[in-house]
């Protein structure tokens, strides 16, 4: 991961291979800059349209012998996400030169929160926009940037700022490279061992079931959906005592179906190769923990991560089969290409042992809610307004956004079975929604559902952040997320002390 560094002074001493520096539409540049940037601004080769980018070769009383002019867009629409992407665009041009580092002016004003949240944002971007899976390629470019420098007065904040946002891309960055494996590498066995490194490094407990341990545990949902797989199924639970003892934890829980055949009722072959990807929710979950251990968030954390294979063989399971599910509920199948709703509502049984704060699954659940919010936005559904309003807060601030769909009554009759409690599919119709509403019948604590179908991976680039393939998404809204829940807790724990 490129390093990130911070300093001060005024930007004329500055000496980098690169300078950049953001610009909002319409503004000029610094009175310092005036000379280098005058000409380019004057004649409209510059406008500051987001995105926008003008490089300058030797400028004027500067001594860094280039400068890149970022557009910022408006003013008034500055948010952290454009931070983020006005840094990605700098570091990216920076390596397409083929330069050893550069450096990029933080445009914040305020106070120290502004100053870190900014620093936190920048160095984010970078190391998101750096980010390149290529480990395939026979001719690979191996040439990265080695140090990407923020520029403000105050080094302190804004370096302690830069380490945490380094930490929160590096949740991204595992649950990108996890996503992006090929399904012959990332089989639920690799997930496994990965959720052991993840446990090892930073001292959390780690129990990971078997088939034989599935069975025995009664997560018959797993056991049934991967049974006819080769490699194996593989239930992971990672725990981050980092709270009081006996505090109620917050337990993710990440579908991770390593490869979606379809099972019995198999899929188009047409685009089936990307269903390596229907394992984007666990991959999400496990780069959270990644970020939970670094910066050792002082909350307890519970990860589930329910992993398989969805394959047809004499073995699978068919549709008319009944299964009797972790939580003693029926569900009678209607497709075997509903299966991550089968082993998501193990993990959420599971997860009442905990007796936990908070419930959110993420997982690569509906085509229908592709089709719903593109790949702009998560679905967001659940059962508990604060909650939801968290989620939606901690999606702002990471760029991961959610959107709150129904759960009407209406969509639980659409799931209830004919010869079994419940069915698992509703439908075409509302699809989204029939899938929230039938993991909800076996959450009774306050939970949350992302289906993240549209935003997990991407056919082409989406922003100078988020690359072709797998996004991340939403790992960094749970850390932040948690974030937020841990500085409830602190605050919390404070006001106890002082009464």
Known sequence: MVRIDATGGTLGEVSSELLAIGLHKGESAPQELAGATGPVLSNGDFSGKEGETALIYAPDGMASPRLLLVGLGERTSFTLDTLRRASAIAAKRARTLKLDDAAFVLPVSGGSAARVAAAEAAAEGAALGLYRFDRYKTNAQSRELGTFTLVHDDEDKVAGGAGTGLKLAAAALLARDLANEPSNTATPEYLAEKARQIAERYGMQATILDRAGIEAEGLNGLATVGRSATNEPRFMVLEHHGGEDGAPPVVLVGKAVTFDSGG???????????????????????????????????INVVALVPA????????????????????????????????????????????????????????????????????????????????????????????????????????????????????????????????????????????????????????????????????????????????????????????????
């Open 264 to 298: 019995i009722s198999i899929k188009p072959t047409t685009g089936m190769e990307d269903m390596k990807y229907d394992m984007s929710g666990g991959a999400a979950v496990l780069g959270a923990m990644e970020a939970v251990g670094s910066l050792e968030l002082p």
């Open 308 to 499: 398989t294979e969805n394959l047809p063989g004499g073995n699978a399971f068919k549709p008319g089969d009944v299964l009797e599910l972790h939580s003693g509920k029926t569900v009678e199948i209607v497709t075997t290409d509903a299966e991550g709703r089968l082993i998501l509502a193990d993990a959420l049984s599971y997860a009442r042992r905990y007796e936990p704060a908070a419930v959110v699954d993420c997982a690569t659940l509906t085509g229908a809610c592709y089709v719903a919010l593109g790949d702009h936005a998560s679905g967001l559904m659940g059962n508990d307004e604060g909650l939801i309003s968290e989620i939606q807060t901690a999606g702002e601030a990471s760029g991961e956004r959610a959107w709150r769909l129904p759960l009407f009554e209406e969509y639980t009759e659409q799931i209830k079975g004919n010869t079994a409690d419940l069915k698992n599919s509703g439908g075409r119709y509302g699809g989204a929604l029939t899938a929230g509403a039938f993991l909800k019948e076996f959450t009774d604590y306050p939970w949350v559902h992302l289906d993240i179908a549209g935003t997990a991976y991407y056919g082409k680039q989406k922003n100078a952040y988020t690359p072709r393939g797998a996004s991340g998404a939403p790992a960094r809204l749970l850390v932040e997320f948690l974030r937020g829940r841990s500085r409830n807790s602190q605050v919390g724990n404070l006001i106890g002390e002082e009464a």
